[in-house]
Each structure stands twice: as C-alpha cells, then as structure tokens.
C-alpha cells in the first residue's frame, strides 16, 4: 500500500493515476459507485483558511448578487412612468386611465418579456455552460459571465428601443446561466470541507443582498427624471466587471485541473488553497473521485434509472416548487404589485425595498437553524405560514379593494405586514432549501447532471411564472394569492409524505435514505437492505 498510517510515501504524481486506481464497489441495485474514500480520509485533511478562499468566497458572492441585483431592479424600473413611457407606451396609458381595472393595468406581453427574456436565455446558456465549465475550467465560465452580464448592462443602460433592451435582457440571461453554472461550483471545490455547507447558503445570502441593494437603488432613482431607470439598470455592470476581473484573476480549482489531467498543476494550487504542502489525503481523493467520475460516460442516461427515481423526482420538483411558492413574483413585480393595490410610486418602491430586507434577515435565520431543526421541520413550517399569509391577503383585497379603488392606509398596512410574513417565511425554507436538498442527495456518478436538471427547471418555471404573472394578476386578480397558496398546500404535502430528513446524513449513505423511506423503498428496485448496509461500510 502506498497510503499507510496516515502518511504518503513520495511518489511521482505524474504517475498516480497509473498506480493508485480507485476502489469500487456494487451498490444497491446493481450500479457500481464511489467507495466512500473521502469519509475515509476527510480526518486526515489538513489546512486553514486562507486568502485565496476568502477572495474565492467574494467572487461567488458577487456572482449570487448579480442574480439578485437582477431580480430586484425589474419590478422597480418597470413601475417608473419614465420607462413605461420610453419603451411601454400602451401599459403607460392604460396606466393613466382612472377607469382601467387596477389589477389590469401592467397587462402586457411585451412588459412581461422584458423581465422573462432574461430567465429563457439563462436555462439556454446554462446547458452551453456545462462542457465549458468541464472542458475547460471553472473560471473559463465565470470570465464569461460576468462579460455577458457586463455588454448586457451596457445596453441596457443606453437602449433606445425595445429590441435593444431586449437583447440586453439576453446578455444577461446569458450572463446568469454562465453564472449560476459555474460560480457554486468553483465555491464548493476551493472551500474547505467543514465550510462547504455553510457556503452553499452564503450564496444565497448574496442573492438576498443584492435583491436589497436593487430595491434601494430604485427607491433612489425614481427620483432622477427622467433618467433614473438608465442608472438602475447601469449599475449591474459594476459587479459584472468584478466577477469578470476575479474570475481572471484567481486559480482554477484543483477537481478542474486533476480532471483535465494537470494533476502537478492541481497540487499546487491546492497547497496555495490550504496554505500547507501536506495535501496527499485530499489529493487523492480528487484522483479518485476524477477517475471514477471520467468513468460514466452517460450521466443524464444513468439517472432515468429506476435505482435514481427519487432523486430524479426531487431534482425535478424541489426547484418548481420554489418558484410555484410565488416568490418572485413578488420579488419581480413588488413595487407594480404595491402600486396595483392602490400604493403611491415612492410608497410601493419603499414597501418593496422592506421586503428585500426582510428576505435577507430570514436567510441568516435559515443559516442558524437548518442543522439544528432540520429540512423538513423549516420546509414544513415555512409552508404553512405562507399558506396563512396569502390567505390573509387575498381576503382582505378581495373585500376591501376593487377595481377601481384604492386600500386604505390601515389595510395597506395590513396587506404589507402579510407580505413580509411570507417572504420571512420563504426566506428560512423554500429560498434556500430548495437548492441545498438537490445539491445534497445525489450520488457522485450523477451529480452533475443531477444538478444540471435542477437548475434548468428552476429557471424554466422562473421563465414560465415571470411571462404570465402579468396577465394572471389580470385575470385572477385578488385570487392570485390563493392560486399561489394552493401549490404551497401541495408541496407542504409533498414534504411531509415524500422527503426524508437529510440532517446530518452522509453523501454516500444517501441512497440507505431512500431504501428505508416507506414511499420510495416500494419504488427502487428489490435489494436486501442488510447487504446493502454492508456495502456502504
């Protein structure tokens, strides 16, 4: 053996693929999978926390706030007259009319793809990121990214009509499927292992501030006219030029580089990242988890399997349930929402700003208590708060606000404080969870495509939810509240009977989760669970 006691004899690494091959074992159902050397090795890792992966954590951060910062300047801009009457002029003056039903006002297809266009182009440019991220390198998409997102501001910020706001739009579409694709991934490959979990909801955090920094920013420039909503959308080319700059400017990660064969290359940098040249242990994990990773030659064919049925259907509802909760149609058209109930132009951006705020804060509160309470009970609980919350809502618009009236000041209160209830309570379960859960049941040999499919239907139902909710608000008006309350009804059901708790268990005894759940053991394939206990020793 050439691993003993915890120490690594010297050896040419050039040559290790040739003499360290990676174990392998059959798993349930006939599949062979990893062999669980990291759980073997993880106490032998050594390393601090150094500067490369505190500017690594920057740069994903950068990249969740864009996405945000996205998010959060639509609605704004397309509530300023100045815009409307620039690129929208119809929604402008049904605006206008007194006798235009409230709820009908920003009725348009046109409008509605301003903010859609964006999600369309992300789930295309997502699934061109994937071979660039693998063939070559994390930092290749991230330098793409943010120079998308960069010309897309631009023209943005300058459009003199609507086909060049549109294709602004798709730059930044672009820009976040480059993004979304490859920034996570570089963060979980550089972070230290005992960090990875608690990253992965940093991201979100990020997505959450710059939801926030948008909402200020357009309670701020509604006050420059007529040019305020050029400098809203303008400013997203800041953060653009940063992710571009540190995706340039930092290391590609060592996975990539031991992927691609430069395993000398990928030692190096690894010992810059744990600022220590005693990196055999995890080195060598990355050699074996590379070799039997290159192995699968079909990994979207392997998860139609029937042993991957329920990460399959996870990987598949979890991100349309985040979306189908209503979220951002909120997030998107809060301050178009505020005002159809009757709100002025700087309350309804200012109430929309508080939301973006309130998300942040019920973040953080997801972050403590995820491993302490578990998936479930956030999910469980968050689901039935919203339920309540767009009950409430809906009730008091459909009694109290018509057509053609507006709310009163206690009711607008009211209907406010609601609102916010909702999103604090999407912000400790579905915001982040329904991404952290994807991300952590699948076996090594689908992971990619595991995730690959969830991000595409996240931003597929994104696509779907931005493109209608205009001409739904319309047609359901007060009921679009209960439309969205009734698919929260559906997913707290979902959770409660058909996911299992996944606090603190391993990666590689995932597949044992799903073997004992009373569901989905009559759906996975015949397997003597004792026999399968024993394989995942």
């Known amino acids: ?42 106490e032998q890792y050594q390393g601090k926390v150094t500067s490369y992966v505190i500017i690594a954590c920057l740069v994903a951060a950068i990249g969740g706030a864009i996405f945000g910062y996205d998010i959060g300047v639509s609605g704004g801009v397309t509530s300023m007259d100045e815009f409307l009457e620039e690129f929208f002029k119809t929604v402008y003056d049904k605006k206008k009319q007194a006798h235009e039903s409230n709820y009908c006002k920003y009725d348009d297809q046109g409008l509605a793809a301003f903010t859609s266009s964006l999600y369309l182009a992300g789930l295309v440019a ?6 660039i991220t693998r063939n070559y390198g994390r930092r290749a998409s991230i330098v793409c990214g943010g120079i998308s997102f960069l010309v897309g501001a631009a023209l943005n910020a300058g459009a003199v009509n609507l086909p060049m706001l549109l294709a602004g739009r798709i730059l930044l579409g672009v820009g976040i499927g480059f993004g979304n694709q490859a920034v996570p991934l570089y963060l979980s490959e550089v972070a230290p292992t005992h960090l990875r979990g608690g990253l992965n909801m940093m991201f979100q955090l990020a997505t959450t501030l710059g939801i926030f920094t948008a909402n200020m920013v357009n309670y701020g420039t509604q006050k420059l006219k007529p ?14 030029l940063l992710m571009a700059l540190g995706g340039y400017l930092l290391p590609e990660t060592p996975n990539s580089l031991v992927e691609r064969g430069l395993t000398e290359r990928g030692r190096r940098v690894l010992e810059k990242l744990r600022g220590t040249q005693n990196v055999d242990a995890e080195l060598q994990d990355m050699v074996d988890a590379s070799e039997l990773a290159n192995s699968i030659k079909h990994p979207f064919r392997n998860i139609l399997q029937k042993q991957h049925r329920p990460q399959l259907v996870m990987a598949i509802c979890m991100p349309m349930f985040q979306i189908l909760t209503g979220i951002n149609s909120i997030l998107f058209y809060a301050p178009v929402l505020f005002q159809t109930m009757g709100f002025g132009g700087n309350a309804s951006l200012y109430s929309s700003a508080l939301t973006g705020a309130v998300l942040v804060l019920s973040t953080l509160i997801s ?8 998936r479930r009970a956030l999910l469980i609980s ?3 708060q919203m339920i309540i919350c767009q009950a409430i809502v809906s009730v008091i618009l459909g009694v109290k606000f018509g057509d053609n009236q507006e709310l009163s000041k206690g009711y607008s209160v009211v209907v406010v404080i609601f609102i916010c209830l909702f999103v604090v309570a999407f912000g400790w379960s579905w915001g982040p969870l329904g991404w952290t859960i994807p991300s952590e049941i699948f076996p090594l040999e689908i992971r990619s495509a595991g995730q690959s499919i969830t991000v595409a239907v996240n931003l597929l139902f994104t696509f779907i939810i931005a493109q209608a909710f205009l001409s739904m608000l319309c047609a359901f008006k007060f009921g679009i509240f209960l439309f969205f309350a009734g698919w929260v009804l559906v997913m707290t059901v979902f959770v409660y009977f058909l996911l299992p708790e996944t606090k603190g268990v391993p990666i590689e005894e995932m597949t044992l989760l799903w073997k004992k759940h009373w569901f989905w053991k009559k759906v996975l394939p015949a397997v003597n669970l004792v026999e399968a206990e024993g394989n995942n020793i």
Do not use: C
């Open 1 to 42: 053996m050439i691993y003993q006691t915890g120490i690594y004899t010297q050896l040419n690494l050039s040559h290790v693929k040739r003499y360290i091959r990676p174990k392998r074992r059959k798993m349930a159902g006939g599949s062979f999978g990893p062999t669980g050397v990291a759980k073997e090795r993880a």
């Open 126 to 131: 997502t699934l061109a990121a994937s071979p």
């Open 367 to 374: 972050i403590a208590l995820v491993d302490k309470l578990g």
């Open 382 to 384: 968050g689901g039935i």
């Open 227 to 240: 040019w305020g909503w050029r400098l809203s959308l303008g400013l997203a080319a800041f953060p653009a």
